[in-house]
């Protein structure tokens, strides 16, 4: 519980310096910026596998599935490098529900930075849940499994492409609830409008940011337990996976048009920890190939994209 207790208490130092010091005045993430802080948090994260080789190396934390030091990095580099990739997925969804609201480019790292720290609790209660269904009911991981191809299916079929927050059970459900404006004032979630508290645009953005991570979270986290079910592994590579995510929002959604065959990739990589869940009792697949189709895949996305042009369309003058 120490360890824990230690690894939340950090957590909690990054997100303080975030909004407390490093954001405290509300600006515009430039690429140069999100550049730099993508790189220091992958970073971070990378370097986060020697603390993981020294905890189960020294045996001071709970290693209730009996891994090598060498195993768990292998695990921890694996688990935070699918929930980074599957991440993407997520960027584009932030990215719309921040055009349908309109929310200006200064507001959206404080959006986020609230967003994040919702994710991390949700996630933490899910991973705890996940945890222990596997360890109690073996079986359930073959019910993960076919929830990841039915997901990786359905994301080659239809996309992002239909996604309309204004059009959300969400959304709608918000507006019979609280009283919503348009206006936006400053960085404030509500405002005082005719004697009524009523939540703005940026509220509304963050409750549904919050939902859509969760639903996210229903495909990254089986995929997590289908590389380890360590708890600590699974938290700590989901969680340096999503400190990251904001930076990540501001560099790659940018560029997101130009790598359109990414989605594939993703597709790819669903299917692949699908299927490993599913014959992980009949075949023991070697971290190292887990890695290399993560990595093989996401770089064929980005080759794919820079190098096959995109066809134009036609028109015809009437």
Do not use: C
Request: proline share 3%; glycine share 6%; no cysteine.
């Amino acid at each position: 519980m120490l360890i824990w207790g230690a690894y939340i208490f950090l957590i909690i130092i990054f997100l303080a310096l975030d909004l407390g010091v490093l954001n405290k005045k509300d600006h515009v993430i430039r690429s140069k910026e999100a550049s730099i802080w993508t790189a220091l948090w992958f970073t971070v994260a990378m370097s986060f596998s020697g603390v993981v080789y020294w905890l189960f190396s020294s045996g001071i934390i709970d290693n209730p599935t009996g891994l090598t030091p060498g195993d768990a990095v292998l695990k921890y580099i694996t688990g935070y490098l699918i929930e980074l990739s599957l991440s993407i997925d997520n960027v584009f969804v932030i990215a719309v529900i921040f055009s349908a609201f309109a929310i200006p480019p200064i507001y959206q790292h404080r959006v986020l930075f609230w967003g994040i720290l919702g994710a991390i609790v949700f996630r933490a209660f899910m991973i705890l849940f996940g945890v222990a269904l596997i360890n109690k009911f073996e079986w359930i991981i073959y019910v993960f499994g076919i929830f990841l191809l039915y997901t990786a299916f359905k994301m080659l079929r239809t996309g992002n492409s239909d996604f309309n927050p204004k059009d959300s059970f969400v959304f709608k459900q918000i507006k019979k609830i609280y009283p919503i404006t348009t206006v936006i004032n400053g960085h404030n979630f509500f405002l005082r409008k005719m004697g009524l508290t009523v939540a703005t645009p940026l509220f509304v953005a963050l409750v549904i940011i919050e939902i859509t991570d969760v639903m996210f979270a229903l495909d990254s986290i089986p995929a997590i337990l289908a590389i380890t079910a360590d708890p600590f592994i699974v938290f700590s590579s989901n969680i340096m996976a999503i400190l990251g995510l904001r930076s990540m929002y501001f560099l790659v959604s940018r560029m997101l048009a130009n790598f359109r065959f990414i989605h594939y990739s993703l597709v790819v990589i669903l299917a692949f920890v699908g299927f490993k869940m599913i014959f992980s009792h009949y075949v023991t697949i070697p971290e190292w190939i887990s890695l290399t189709v993560i990595v093989v895949s996401l770089l064929s996305g980005v080759v794919a994209s820079l190098l096959i042009p995109q066809k134009e369309e036609v028109t015809e003058d009437n």
